[in-house]
C-alpha cells in the first residue's frame, strides 16, 4: 500500500533544528542532507483507491464480469479486504476483529494482524523497507546513509508540520562520509546467533 512519505531537508537552518531534535547525534550533526521517513497508515483510504485505479487501468477498464479470476482477486484485496483491516474506531473494531480472526484461525490459517496496534506496526515495516531500499540505492552510486531511530518525533512532526495521524519511522543522515560522524568500526553480532537453519 506505499503507506509511508520521504522527506528530504537540505536547508541549513531546518538542518540545525533536525540536529537537535536527533538529540544532537553526531551522524546528524555532520551531514549534508537528512531524510526522514514517515509512516502514514492514516492515507490508507487514498492508498487503497490510487492501487485500485492503477489495476483498473492495468487490466483495461472492462465491466467486472469481465475480469479473470486472478484480476478479481487482485481487485478484492483493495476493495474488501483492506478496509476491513484497517477500518477502526478509536481501537474498538480491531479487538473485535482480532477475536473474529483469532476464532477463524482455530480452524485454518488467517491473517491476525488486525489491531490499531498491529497496524501501526505494518505501515512502520513498510516504511522501514523502503528506507533500506533507499540506503542501498544511494551505497551504489557512493553516498553513505546513516539510520537514526532516536529523536524526538514531536519535534520533528513539528519543524515539518506534519499531521497528526503522521508517525517518524526515522531519519537518515546522507552524504559523504565524515569521520566526526563515526563512532567506531560496526559491531555486529555473531551470525550464528542470528541465523537459524531449518532443514
Known amino acids: ?3 509511508w512519505e520521504f522527506y528530504h531537508i537540505t536547508n541549513k537552518g531546518t538542518l540545525q533544528k533536525m540536529t537537535k ?3 544532537d547525534q553526531n551522524a546528524a550533526k555532520t551531514a549534508k542532507q537528512l531524510v526522514v521517513v514517515v509512516a502514514r497508515k492514516d492515507l490508507w483510504r487514498n492508498r487503497k483507491k490510487a492501487n485500485i485505479n492503477f489495476l483498473k487501468e492495468m487490466y483495461g477498464n472492462k465491466k467486472a464480469s469481465d475480469y479473470t479470476s486472478r484480476e478479481k482477486f487482485a481487485l478484492n484485496y483493495y476493495q474488501k479486504l483492506i478496509p476491513v483491516v484497517y477500518k477502526d474506531f478509536v481501537g474498538i473494531f480491531g479487538w473485535i476483529k482480532y477475536v473474529f480472526f483469532w476464532v477463524i484461525g482455530l480452524f485454518r490459517p488467517v491473517y491476525r494482524q488486525v489491531r490499531t496496534s498491529d497496524m501501526r506496526i505494518v505501515a512502520h515495516k513498510s516504511a ?7 540506503m542501498i ?9 546513516c539510520p537514526m531511530e532516536g529523536s524526538d518525533t514531536i519535534r520533528i512532526k513539528n519543524i515539518l508540520k506534519l499531521p497528526y495521524g503522521a508517525e517518524i ?6 552524504g559523504i562520509r565524515d569521520v566526526q560522524g ?12 542470528v541465523y537459524q537453519y531449518i532443514g
Open 128 to 134: 522501514a523497507l523502503a528506507a533500506q531500499n533507499f
Open 182 to 193: 563515526v563512532y567506531g568500526p560496526q559491531f555486529r553480532i555473531p551470525f550464528d546467533e
Open 1 to 3: 500500500m506505499q503507506l
Open 169 to 174: 519511522t526515522m531519519v537518515i543522515g546522507c
Open 21 to 23: 531534535a536527533c538529540l
Open 137 to 145: 540505492k544511494m551505497a551504489a552510486i557512493g553516498y553513505d546513509t
